[in-house]
């Protein structure tokens, strides 16, 4: 149950309306900062090159380096956006080998940026990959090309002549998608009762995302009541900690100061605190371990393995507990399950990625399951 | 004496300009932060639905939960602002029962986000609200609203499709505006001889803004002449200082390092250092309590009051410290008293909100004035 | 050989476009931060007279009073800006006697803000000043003039105004360009062998610029070849330190967390860290003083001088580590030296800035030469 976006999400009465013309749109999202003037430099050479472009900047102010992190709001972003050329550089290979590329996606968009994997997950939830094609034209860039500097260079002019209808293939040669570089993205675990996961961003209010989506966790121990209480172990190299924390649907929902598990707004678990950071006054920081439970897991001893599947045995689990049969939860980057299922028609035809099947579409294959037992 | 902005603040040349069909205008103001994708998101929703919007993002990085600074900037704002939709979205009650709103003020704009304060000294500002609508219809709202960013799907889309001409009635029913929650505002007491205020906000330089206008002031001892000395007493959870500085109209007319009080560009009363932060050299925090005299007040002793209305007997002062009879310095945010005597005509035509009488107007009530017995 | 780009640096084919009717383009850099709305209130005054303006935001985070580094920022944004009208604005003596002023410049940009040097370097970059006018009539600024704001009152509107193409002197009346302040701007001192500069600007990804472009270092030493090491003595209020680093032409280049010397995307010399922070890791901060060799100097020892001039006698030294005779490194603010030789005819002309001689230009002198021996 791959679900992707080949139509725009907005509002019904938008969607309805005929606007021949509109203007071409852009958007920008790299780890350049606020105070330098890499980014608005990216948005004026778009403007110097596609007068009329709408350009949306999604952010300029990802951590340095952090390429997951910006595949990640890439990601979040990406059915929101118009159907246009979308930039991203985050780019600590700059200036060595590492290709420059352009991918058109199966809702029409482009995706443009670096191959180091940051424009995967955003290409798969936008339907897939038509095709790619490397940014090498000189027509297409700019006269000169800094070892430093490919978003004012190379990607932003690539992005502003697609955004004007240049065709992709005017950008240099095709490239075989699949040997475009995948990102190492910690895919979730999904056990009979236990929900296997870890932290994957800290956002500005101290949110605490998980790499599982809601889905994941209903697919471990099936749906859950409003302010049910789930078990979070937290492993780090600190080590290792317990909560008991709420299911609820809003941070409003607990009061000030206390701590909740939660759906954010793209789908995606959430540990926060109404009001407060739960970074902070949970101590909870990237990339730690974060194992699920609808019981209490037993206390940690020694160097204990701190997960031993041979305790979740479903035969041995209450299976009120556990989630339905069937699911697959490492079908690929799926934001959805659950809340979705009511999506009306128009938004997502149902019909696939290349409705019409006139045109061959790759999607990132999903990235295996990790072993549990190497650590 | 309320002063309200019926028309934009612009330059004579182009208020004189004919400019049929102007693009729909939209501001966004949040405490989103600038290194999520939220804000970009917002603006993607409204390029989506209003692809010709000219978007300005007044600020994404209010301090988090802070409605008061929010409405303060909005309410700075307002006047500079062409006519238009404008976003407001501080609400730490997202998903709770608080309503989602949008209203019309005398000058024609619509200000949309949640129903907690927020948008009240704004509306004030732009001459008052005409009618109030709750943002409810699904044709107007993305197809699924999360349960924590209603910004991107309820109030970008509201005010996407109230920038493009769609009837505010459109959105759902209407409110009684009286039923909309006031912001909890504190406001500054005048009395003879003496300006009791407290610290609101403290901007990026470490200038530091109080809650009452330069007309509180010269209600309270008159016009001040430049360079004059006036007496600051601070009061706050640290205990009680006392500072003179001069009454001068700008930094650069005190030397480096040096502090000073000044009438802010918004007309209001500003503590500052030049070149330096008064909020950092004078230990000024926000919500301080702050009394500003014409000549020293007597030192405090003990647990005694730290403002004894006795002493300030009018009878008992020199009359030309006391500002003019009859100011009522409680009439409403009126930012403007003194200086903008002289606007010209066409700023602001002196005929109220509503010019033709035709539309009921409603302004919030001036908030109750604080009980000085009560801390 | 002072090169200037009197057309504005693009891609081939944008270059070959016919774009009748462009929109106005302004471009806006303060220090006026993200969380205040003074950023946004400018764009909005621009956007209430000039509706189909572009504008871009180079940067508002310049940190506070530093004219110089918002000069730096622009000088760097300015050939990637398309020709329109560029307000920058940090401005610690706003409200003084300061004048404020536009400029035309040979490629046929406005160039807004205050006359404190700001505007200098990007004016000599865009080809030297045509003419400049002072900003006083009342027809072009709002109709009140605040005392600590003219970027909202003063500088935006006049931009707006001649973005739509209202004649600069309708602005206020002629000043002669020689009145104008210069900025105290660090000029390198090159001699045989040594290269002599200083730290003017730590990025936000903590690399760390120098006063020096690279046509500078090869002035004085010749071309370096990829991974060839130079001698970097630092000299500041907390010693002296000697660094080996490696010439190279990007971050990737070098194994992450190692130093290296490389030519940044403007043509500056800069000392980073791959992945890492420079100014950090090297603690290196703004003005410190940067002496670069080819070969070790010799210690310091007791209170000698850091840099004796007799050592360096050119008929003492291997010519094979000098620079080319005759190069003149002062001539003025010449960022492409070197790299930008195989500049497309298309993109600079060569025929200067004032092609048919018709109009006086007027360029920033070079500021004189330091004295090495006045310390």
Known sequence: MVRTFTRTITTPAAARMVRPGSRPFLSLLTDFGSRDPSAGIMRAVVLGI????????????????????????????????????HVAVVDPGVGTERRAVAMETARGDHLVGPDNGLLMPAAARLGGIV???????????????????????IFAPAAAHLAMGVPLEFMGPAIDPRSLRMLDWPEPQVHPGVLVSSVIYLDTFGNVKLSALVGHLFGAMGQLGMGEPVFVRVTDAQGTSDLELNWV????????GQALVYEDSYGRLTIAVNQGSAAELLSLREDAEVVITRLPLPPVMGDQQWFDPSLMDPSRMDPSLMGPAGYDPNAGYDPNAGQWQQ???????????????SEPVWSPPPTPEPDPTAR
Request: hydrophobic letters at 35%; aromatic letters at 8%; charged letters at 25%.
């Open 343 to 357: 999506t009306p028609d128009w938004l997502d035809d149902g019909r696939g990625p290349s409705p019409d099947g």
């Open 249 to 256: 649907d809003t941070f409003g929902n607990v009061p000030p």
């Open 50 to 85: 596609c007068p009329e472009a709408a350009i949306v900047d999604i952010s300029h102010d990802v951590e340095k380096y952090r390429v997951r992190d910006a595949a990640l709001l890439l990601w979040s972003a990406a059915p929101y956006l118009p159907v246009g050329a």
């Open 131 to 153: 095709r790619v094609h490397q940014l090498d034209s000189p027509q297409y860039r700019l006269p000169v090309i800094s070892s430093s500097f490919h978003g004012r260079d």
